[in-house]
C-alpha cells in the first residue's frame, strides 16, 4: 500500500491527481489529469508473502484511450522505479 501511495503522489507532483484516498486494499486517484481520468491500484498478497499490485485507469465515455493508456504507463514505470 505504501508503494501505491508512493506511485500517486509522484505522479501528482508531475502532473496532477484531484484527490488521493487509501482503504486496506486499495488506492485511488481521482480527477488525474483532468475531472475524466481515476486510477486505482489494488495491492493483495500472492503465494511466498509477495504482495500484487493492479492497476485500473479508467475514464468516461468521451475519454482518449491514448491518454489513459499514457497514465497506465507513466504509473507502471513509476511502480517500477520502486522495486
Same mark, same amino acid.
Given at each position: 500500500?505504501?508503494?501505491?501511495?508512493?506511485?500517486?503522489?509522484?505522479?501528482?507532483?508531475?502532473?496532477?491527481?484531484?484527490?488521493?484516498?487509501?482503504?486496506?486494499?486499495?488506492? *485511488?486517484?481521482?480527477?488525474?489529469? *483532468?475531472?475524466?481520468?481515476?486510477?486505482?491500484?489494488?495491492?493483495?498478497?500472492?503465494?511466498?508473502?509477495?504482495?500484487?499490485?493492479?492497476?485500473?485507469?479508467?475514464?468516461?465515455?468521451?475519454?482518449?484511450?491514448?491518454?489513459?493508456?499514457?497514465?497506465?504507463?507513466?504509473?507502471?514505470?513509476?511502480?517500477?522505479?520502486?522495486?
Amino acid at each position: 500500500m505504501d508503494r501505491a501511495r508512493l506511485v500517486f503522489r509522484e505522479f501528482d507532483r508531475a502532473s496532477s491527481i484531484g484527490e488521493i484516498v487509501a482503504g486496506n486494499w486499495t488506492v *485511488s486517484a481521482f480527477d488525474v489529469i *483532468s475531472n475524466d481520468y481515476d486510477a486505482h491500484i489494488a495491492c493483495a498478497y500472492g503465494p511466498n508473502d509477495t504482495t500484487r499490485g493492479t492497476l485500473v485507469v479508467y475514464s468516461g465515455d468521451n475519454s482518449d484511450d491514448g491518454i489513459r493508456q499514457d497514465i497506465a504507463a507513466r504509473m507502471k514505470t513509476m511502480w517500477e522505479a520502486w522495486e
